[in-house]
């Protein structure tokens, strides 16, 4: 199973991208589908997730201006990101818990490689 991430970019403040994650290889199901984040010199931390069934988490200084959205048909997430800061500026990771088959006992971690976002001032 891999994971891929793409959609990171160069923006202005104020302007928009969507990050996309899709996992590929053998997937039967996925529990958790999240994004991370990481600025230089700081921790990761926890961007958006969304767990299958329809619950969404978001962090504090996100939330009204991003959004996640998954499409399990496809082995997806998504991350809408409007109104974007300079602050939010760092590599951008996903994470999913996989359950690669139906005789796997239960689900494994993954995470994409990062794309990174880079919003000017």
């Known amino acids: 199973v891999q994971l891929q991430a793409f959609g990171g970019g160069l923006v202005q403040a104020g302007g928009s991208l969507r990050l996309s994650c899709v996992a590929s290889?053998?997937?039967?199901?996925?529990?958790?589908m999240g994004w991370y984040r990481q600025a230089p010199g700081k921790q990761r931390e926890l961007v958006a997730a969304?767990?299958?069934?329809?619950?969404?988490n978001y962090a504090d200084s996100v939330k009204d201006r991003f959004t996640i959205s998954r499409d399990d048909a496809k082995n997806a997430v998504y991350l809408q990101m409007n109104s974007l800061k300079p602050e939010d500026t760092a590599v951008y990771y996903c994470?999913?818990?996989?359950?690669?088959?139906?005789?796997?006992?239960?689900?494994?971690?993954?995470w994409g490689q990062g794309t990174l976002v880079t919003v000017s001032s």
């Open positions: 994470r999913a818990e996989i359950r690669r088959s139906v005789r796997s006992l239960g689900e494994e971690n993954y």
């Open positions: 969304a767990i299958r069934g329809g619950t969404t």
């Open positions: 290889g053998s997937v039967f199901s996925i529990g958790f």
